[in-house]
């Protein structure tokens, strides 16, 4: 499972998709295509001066299922 991690300078946030986290942040969505390239093509965070978003592979649970 991957999650989106959004980093700011005082806190983080989770999403399961950017869709929710352009919901959240509608003043970033002018940025939507850049960071849909950079994460999804590059496979690299996108960094802005306001915060910082990383893809995550993340285990569903401990056991390994």
């Given at each position: 499972?991957?999650i989106i991690?959004?980093?700011?300078?005082?806190?983080?946030?989770?999403?399961?998709?950017?869709k929710?986290f352009f919901?959240?942040?509608?003043q970033?969505?002018?940025l939507?295509?850049?960071?849909?390239y950079?994460?999804s093509?590059?496979k690299l965070?996108?960094e802005?001066?306001d915060f910082?978003?990383?893809?995550l592979n993340?285990r569903?649970?401990?056991?390994?299922?």
């Amino acid at each position: 499972m991957r999650i989106i991690l959004a980093i700011f300078t005082d806190r983080f946030e989770v999403y399961g998709s950017l869709k929710p986290f352009f919901e959240q942040y509608p003043q970033y969505a002018e940025l939507k295509d850049k960071i849909d390239y950079t994460m999804s093509r590059k496979k690299l965070p996108f960094e802005h001066s306001d915060f910082k978003l990383q893809r995550l592979n993340v285990r569903r649970s401990l056991n390994g299922a």
